[in-house]
């Protein structure tokens, strides 16, 4: 396994938007969202040497962003401390913008895809949002393409019930 060519500086560049927004959709929280951010790519510059080829570091980058996500919403931090709001500014604009449109959404759709249970709401936010095949989210997710096909049909599924008295 060869080392990545690409300097950390131009990885972070290219994704650090869609890391960004992983770290959104999986927490809800700004703040949660800029400290997941920096954990990711600190453990990039960690575990560089072990990654090899553009594709495998967007499916590590993905990978990882979702597992700290996890961690996070399980940690005795975000059970049992409330926070006070800080000031804090994005890592860059374009994420910014796509969390206050989340934000501000007033879409049942997107309130109805938030309250998906994590393993059905992934899948979605993958297939949707970063426009990922289901192959390369069955990599990312090390599931069996089935598995995230089954996933992604339950899901819809679970949306058209719950969005169904809203629809025209």
């Known amino acids: ?7 950390t500086e131009e ?6 938007d869609m890391v960004y927004r992983i770290a959104i959709n999986q927490t809800g929280s700004r703040e949660e969202a800029q400290d997941i951010f920096q954990e990711v790519f600190l453990r990039l510059v960690r575990c560089r040497d072990r990654i090899s ?14 597992n700290c996500a996890k961690k996070y919403q399980a940690s005795f931090w975000k059970k ?3 926070l006070e709001e ?12 796509f969390y ?5 959404a ?5 309130q109805a895809v938030k309250e ?31 598995t995230v096909k089954s996933r992604l049909y339950r899901a819809r599924s679970i949306l058209k019930i719950r969005l169904k008295g809203e629809l025209p």
């Not at 060869?2 to 300097?7: C, H, S, V």
């Not at 990885?11 to 650090?16: E, F, P, Q, R, T």
């Open 1 to 7: 396994m060869g080392a990545l060519e690409l300097k």
């Open 11 to 16: 990885i972070i560049d290219k994704y650090a």
């Open 53 to 66: 080829g553009e594709e495998h570091v967007k499916a590590w980058l993905i990978r990882v962003t979702i």
């Open 80 to 82: 049992k401390v409330s």
């Open 86 to 97: 800080t000031a804090k500014e994005g890592p860059d604009k374009k994420a910014e913008h």
């Open 100 to 104: 206050e449109a989340v934000e501000n």
């Open 106 to 110: 007033d879409s049942s759709v997107l």
């Open 116 to 146: 998906l249970p994590e393993k059905y709401g992934s899948v979605v936010y993958l297939f949707y949002y970063e426009e990922m095949s289901i192959a390369q989210i069955g990599r990312i997710l090390g599931e069996k393409e089935a």
